[in-house]
Antibody, heavy 124, light 110 residues
Framework: QLQLQESGPGLVKPSETLSLTCTVSGGSISSSSYYWGWIRQPPGKGLEWIGSIYYGGSTYYKPSLKSRVTISVDTSKNQFSLKLSSVTAADTAVYYC????????????????WGQGTLVTVSS | QSALTQPASVSGSPGQSITISCTGT?????????VSWYQQHPGKAPKLMIYDVSNRPSGVSNRFSGSKSGNTASLTISGLQAEDEADYYCSSYRSSSTLVFGGGTKLTVL
């Protein structure tokens, strides 16, 4: 059974860079059928897609976040990572990693496996 | 980049059917058949319930169904059960290789 687990600091200071890692187990991140994505959810609010990456390094980002976001992949560790720079209180959210099917497998632009999420608070 | 429009809340009694709408534009919901629906219980990660407008992943009850007309997609839950009480989110592919979520709908089972 595929499992994803987010890890990283739960508290980040304003203007600094938020860094999270997602470790994939029970399957290979190098699957040709899937991308791997990050989604966030501010407390009490809705879901927001941040971006996704293929094991080969190809990325898609939400346009409004693109200038601050970097998603990278480490196939040797079966991990992918998120960096969000110049954070503010508005970036406080539960951050989820998930497997992203863009249409090569079961369907298009869906997330079928999710991590449990990790709360990141931006505060001094 | 505005979100898709969902009603903030819907409710229904056990055994009844409810429908949640998700309205977008011709650049997302209306232009592609890449609409998904997710169920989220409090404190839990979202769970995929419907993909490609009307397909159910393995293991999802056939009480859940999806459809689309024009720029509006819909999720219908029939035979409501207490366990269906949750937040529901739609998502859609949007032109230029991006994805957008709806604002979410809180379903209350009375």
């Amino acid at each position: 059974q595929l499992q994803l687990q987010e890890s990283g600091p739960g508290l980040v200071k304003p203007s600094e860079t938020l860094s999270l890692t997602c470790t994939v187990s029970g399957g290979s991140i190098s699957s040709s059928s899937y991308y791997w994505g990050w989604i966030r959810q501010p407390p009490g609010k809705g879901l927001e897609w941040i971006g996704s990456i293929y094991y080969g390094g190809s990325t898609y980002y939400k346009p409004s976040l693109k200038s601050r976001v970097t998603i990278s992949v480490d196939t040797s560790k079966n991990q992918f990572s998120l960096k969000l720079s110049s954070v503010t209180a508005a970036d406080t959210a539960v951050y989820y990693c998930a497997r992203h099917d863009l249409g090569a497998a079961a369907g298009g632009w869906l997330f079928d496996y999710w991590g449990q999420g990790t709360l990141v608070t931006v505060s001094s | 980049q505005s979100a898709l429009t969902q009603p903030a809340s819907v409710s229904g009694s056990p055994g009844q059917s409810i429908t949640i709408s998700c309205t977008g534009t011709s650049s997302d919901v209306g232009g592609y058949n890449y609409v998904s629906w997710y169920q989220q219980h409090p404190g839990k990660a979202p769970k995929l319930m419907i993909y490609d407008v009307s397909n159910r992943p393995s293991g999802v009850s056939n009480r859940f169904s999806g459809s689309k007309s024009g720029n509006t997609a819909s999720l219908t839950i029939s035979g409501l059960q207490a366990e269906d009480e949750a937040d529901y989110y739609c998502s859609s592919y949007r032109s230029s290789s991006t994805l957008v979520f709806g604002g979410g709908t809180k379903l209350t089972v009375l």
